[in-house]
């Protein structure tokens, strides 16, 4: 067996296995760490070429990602920790079902571009513990949290970390993203959404509260709302410190972080007994790291087959398509089966942005243009398709695992919702670009 085919073979079991974490009980991120440390290594051993610099380079662009990663879900543990969001729960106080299900779907949507899908759907999932008591009324609210929550990091160039890595690579800009991915992403959510209200009858039932006496944490209201500020403050930042200083991104969030730090560490200095557990170093330990590793694995992983030249053979079969719009639609109901995360890493690995010159010789390449049609579709159909199967993205990971969401169970009841604002946001992206945009 060659190695170009035995790397192909190892990157299958690799997946399988990371698909298959639930029933196998062996964490994803042990698998794709294992998978990158073999998929490099039956490169170097067998493969012509092998060039260390290679495995350097990739590893410097999965770092900037990482980084970032780590900084972004600091800050918000941080604002967790300092009970920060509960000045959005707080306010939440209908129990009919309609009503309720329509307020978390657009604090989702909303919150999920600026913290992120995976985080926001930790909140709310968290939240739904707190106002549903029944659990397979949970369980349909929080397929719609997942639903909300893709559809919203779509849209945001910090939501989701498809966005987050063609953010950083430069392949899309923030305004841009923000510009003509908003209303295609909105409807995403919106169309399913109304056609699940007429569903809904009656009113939760909210779980009986209990009092946590065991909790020695105190936090007062004036620390609660600068902490949020604060920290929501530093994750909208971050746009507007890339774009004055032209730096990466990391560096906007890890100034974001160092300011909390600064901060927690002065609040909470005279006192003792919380500093110990809401300083940035304690709440570093809580902090998902599995998570980080995971995306470390799974890109490296995909960096091998790029070196090696499995995308370019793959962007060869896509280019017969033609058309790139079906050529993401594609990618996005791929996402659905397979985590979205190394299908854009390898799109970005299989397409380049274009020359001067390569423009000239073929002006077709303006949609892989910075800011072309290509890169924002592909943010918004790897973004909105990770909804379809529960396992097609982080947010449902995370929630499948948080409710113990039985995936023929959301199958059943979520996919074909999904499904649909999937195709109908598509086509209003495809519209707008086609005959308002590039007209």
């Known amino acids: 067996m060659s190695y170009f085919v035995l790397m192909v073979v190892v990157f299958i079991i690799g997946y399988t296995l990371i698909a298959l974490e639930h029933p196998i009980k062996i964490n994803k991120s042990a698998t794709a760490l294992l998978l990158a440390a073999i998929i490099w290594a039956v490169f170097a051993l067998m493969g012509p ?20 990663l780590l900084g972004a879900m600091t800050i918000v543990e941080i604002v967790d920790r300092h009970e920060g969001f509960k000045i ?53 609210f929080a397929g719609m949290v997942i639903l909300a929550a893709n559809s919203g990091g779509a849209w945001s160039p ?44 009656g009113k939760v039932a909210r779980p009986e ?16 709302n600068i902490i949020f500020f604060i920290g929501v403050g530093s994750l909208l930042f971050v746009p507007v ?19 909390m730090w600064v901060i927690t560490e002065i609040m909470h200095a005279k006192d003792r007994k919380n500093y110990s557990k809401l300083n940035a170093s304690a709440v570093l330990q809580r902090v998902d790291t599995p998570s980080v590793l995971f995306f470390l694995g799974i890109l490296m992983a995909v960096a091998a087959l790029q070196t090696a030249g499995h995308l370019d053979l793959l962007s060869k079969q896509l280019d017969k398509i033609g058309d790139i719009y079906v050529i993401n639609l594609i990618i996005g109901l791929l996402s659905s089966i397979v985590d979205n995360v190394p299908l854009v890493a390898a799109a970005m690995g299989m397409y380049s942005i274009p020359t001067a010159e390569q423009l000239a010789a073929n002006p077709e390449l303006y949609h892989f243009l910075v800011d072309g049609a290509f890169w924002e579709f592909l943010a918004y159909c790897a973004g909105t398709g990770g909804s379809i199967l529960i396992i097609g993205s982080a947010a449902g990971i995370a929630v499948m695992g948080m409710e113990k969401i039985d995936f023929i169970w959301y199958l059943k009841h979520i996919s074909i919702w999904a499904l649909l604002g999937y195709f109908a946001g598509g086509g209003v992206f495809i519209l707008i670009s086609k005959f308002i945009l590039h007209t």
């Open 241 to 259: 410190f890339k774009t004055i200083t032209h730096l990466p991104p990391y560096l906007g969030i890890l100034f974001g972080l160092g300011l």
């Open 49 to 68: 070429g092998f060039e260390h610099e290679a495995l350097v380079m990739h590893l410097g662009e999965v770092a900037e990602i990482l980084f970032f």
């Open 88 to 140: 959005i729960t707080d306010k939440i106080t209908t129990k009919n079902k309609r009503k309720l299900l329509w307020i978390i779907s657009i604090i989702t949507f909303f919150m999920s571009a600026v913290l992120d899908n995976l985080t926001t759907s930790i909140v709310m999932v968290a939240l739904l513990r707190k106002l549903i008591d029944d659990k397979h009324d949970r369980w349909f």
């Open 209 to 224: 509260v209990k009092e946590d006496k065991g909790s020695a944490i105190s936090i007062s209201s004036k620390q609660r």
């Open 158 to 201: 910090i939501g989701d970390i498809t966005t987050i890595m063609l953010w950083i690579k430069g392949n899309i800009t923030a305004v841009n993203i923000i510009l003509e991915t908003f209303i295609p992403s909105l409807v995403s959510m919106l169309v399913p959404l109304t056609a699940v209200t007429f569903m809904l009858k």
